[in-house]
């Protein structure tokens, strides 16, 4: 797949898990909710930030941080840490939700995925 194919169809994507995003958000009272609402609405929201995340970390690679690799690692990259930085953001969301979140399982569970990032970024050296 080239890279045009690949932002196109990510794009579409996003695009699809925005729209089921609005349609979680403005058709479910969040009093009356069951368990899948919830689901469906964290699940949605965290592939439409992988998604957007992921589009906005290629154009900011491509375009501002100019090196000489492979577009492929800049887009594995790019997606990788948009998923990461997806999870933090609805997993923060969720903590909120349960009045868990506070400033030190903030700073654990960033911890956790910067060296999650140093594991696969260290993975990439060794091969």
Do not use: C, E, K, P
């Given at each position: 797949m080239t890279l045009?194919?690949?932002?196109?169809?990510?794009?579409?994507g996003t695009m699809i898990c925005w729209a089921?995003?609005?349609?979680?958000?403005?058709?479910?009272?969040p009093y009356e909710a069951g368990t899948m609402s919830f689901a469906f609405?964290?699940?949605?929201?965290?592939?439409?930030?992988?998604?957007t995340i992921t589009?906005?970390?290629?154009?900011?690679?491509?375009?501002?941080?100019?090196r000489d690799d492979f577009i492929s690692r800049r887009v594995?990259?790019?997606f990788r840490q948009g998923a990461l930085l997806a999870v933090v953001i609805c997993a923060g969301l969720y903590l909120m939700s349960k009045n868990l979140l506070t400033w030190?399982?903030?700073?654990?569970?960033?911890?956790?995925?910067?060296?999650?990032e140093f594991f696969f970024i260290s993975l990439k050296r060794l091969k």
């Open positions: 045009r194919g690949f932002i196109i169809t990510m794009f579409f089921a995003f609005a349609i979680v958000l403005f058709n479910t009272n609405f964290y699940l949605s929201l965290l592939l439409s930030l992988t998604g589009i906005i970390g290629i154009f900011v690679r491509l375009s501002i941080l100019r594995s990259a790019s030190w399982n903030v700073m654990f569970f960033i911890l956790g995925i910067s060296l999650l």
